[in-house]
């Protein structure tokens, strides 16, 4: 019950403060307006760094993928070079 009353004193107290902190209230919303939109105006930077980075990664990515490709290729045919030659080896060691 000690709660009832001081919380209709808070909220007397309140309404008699409103007035005289309703400027200070709006400066404080105006500084976290101005803070906002230059957080928005960082985030818009950074989105389009990310973007640019993106098509980078992709263009990287192609050219890991060529070279991977190559290296198959590459790797593959000495493969196949690698098992004609086998049987003949095997054949001279008999």
Do not use: C, W
Request: zero cysteines; a positive charge; proline letters at 4%.
């Amino acid at each position: 019950m000690s709660n009832l009353p001081r919380s209709q004193n808070s909220s007397s107290s309140r309404l008699s403060t409103v007035p005289s902190q309703k400027p200070r209230q709006i400066s404080h919303l105006q500084a976290q307006l101005a803070q906002l939109t230059a957080n928005m105006a960082d985030l818009e930077s950074l989105v389009g760094m990310t973007a640019r980075q993106a098509q980078d990664m992709r263009g990287l990515g192609g050219y890991a993928g060529a070279m991977f490709m190559s290296a198959s290729k590459v790797l593959g045919e000495e493969t196949v070079k690698g098992s004609d030659e086998s049987p003949k080896r095997g054949d001279q060691d008999k």
